[in-house]
């Protein structure tokens, strides 16, 4: 199984577990060594995965850190363990900085089994930075995160290829953090850097509040042309069988006259498959993994609804999404299309009803 379709099996329980786990030590067992296992370590194997690694530094003696992996009999990567409901701040990474300058390891982890943070040493050698330099959530994956987390798998780990991107990574998202913020507030200097490459005249008080309006519009609206062109080229690619960087619902020949269109084969220019229910599709393929395989889920959009098949057939419904601005739905179908309509506060709550969909799935098991 590939590390995408653990994690993904390993998110859709996520619900159950914040309900049922609340210690670290449920944490590490329910949470983070599943992650490790998924990443190729074996969790049971003392030469490869330490557990309570005991490392002095001066005169702070006994002092553990949850884990060690070890590569070569050196450690590679020190990890500290959180439980679920704790949030992660650098306050958290103690014993991480001082171990990270005593020992081997050129990487360390904190994690509350969620989210984890990845650091190293950037800024200074030997000493531990204080931002990470890579983050992912198993509440937000995606294809572009999952490949950088597999550089620290067991079968693809290179000390060398990791920290020549780590640096690359950690501006990146400082960068990506910027540009949010000029997004939002754009600044004085950001406002004069376009300004004065389109106006010519003196920047008044006036003139620079407009420009502050006008470089805030355009940003926004290059912006959303970028996300609909992408959107647009997803849909595109899989009608001709073309992948992107994120998994695509897949097109296969249609097996009989009950088969649909899947997203991509639209019946009109009016029916447009906004990235909302792309996610929606993605978070319910991911549940499913559990009991189907997600080859046979696909997506069909259409003028009122947004669907999932399984089989690619329409007496197979899974699900329906229907989303306006007021309201989000979850709709359950069963055989005889009864439905159960369940109002969401945003997409990812569909993970609250793991349960409900894989019932509604065996129906047709």
Known sequence: MDIIDSLTQLASRLPRLRETVQTEEATKNALIMPVLQALGYNVFDPFEV?????ADVGTKKGEKVDYV????????????CKSINAALNIKHASQLYRYFACTEARFAILTNGVEYQFYTD??????????????????????????????????????????SNAS?????KQIRHLFSKELESPSEEFVRLFAKQVYGGMLTPDRRAQFTTLVGQAFREWLN??????????????????????PAPEVVPAPSSD???????????????????????HIVRAILAQVVDPKRVFLKDTRNYCGVLLDFNVRKPLCRFRFNNKQTTLILLDK??????????????????????????????
Do not use: C, W
Not at 69 to 80: F, K, S, T, V, W
Not at 266 to 278: Q, R, V
Not at 341 to 365: C, M, N, P, Q, T
């Open 50 to 54: 330490v557990p309570e690694y005991t």
């Open 69 to 80: 992996i070890m590569r070569d009999g050196q450690p590679a990567i020190l990890i500290e």
């Open 122 to 163: 950037i800024e200074a050698p030997n000493k531990m930075d204080d931002r990470p330099f890579f983050e992912f959530s198993l509440e937000d994956l995606d294809a572009r995160k999952v490949n950088e987390l597999k550089k620290f798998s067991k079968s693809m780990f290179d000390l060398e290829n990791i920290l």
């Open 168 to 172: 690359e990574l950690k501006y990146k």
């Open 225 to 246: 042309n970028r996300i609909s062109e992408r959107l647009q080229n997803a849909l595109d690619g899989v009608n001709t069988g073309t992948s992107m960087d994120a």
């Open 259 to 281: 088969v649909t269109e899947t997203v991509a084969a639209k019946e009109d220019d009016g029916i447009e498959t906004t990235e909302e229910e792309l996610e929606a599709y």
């Open 336 to 365: 005889e299309r009864n439905e159960n309509r369940i109002s969401l506060g945003s997409v990812v709550d569909i993970y609250k009803h793991a349960d409900e969909l894989i019932e509604y799935a065996k129906l047709y098991l």
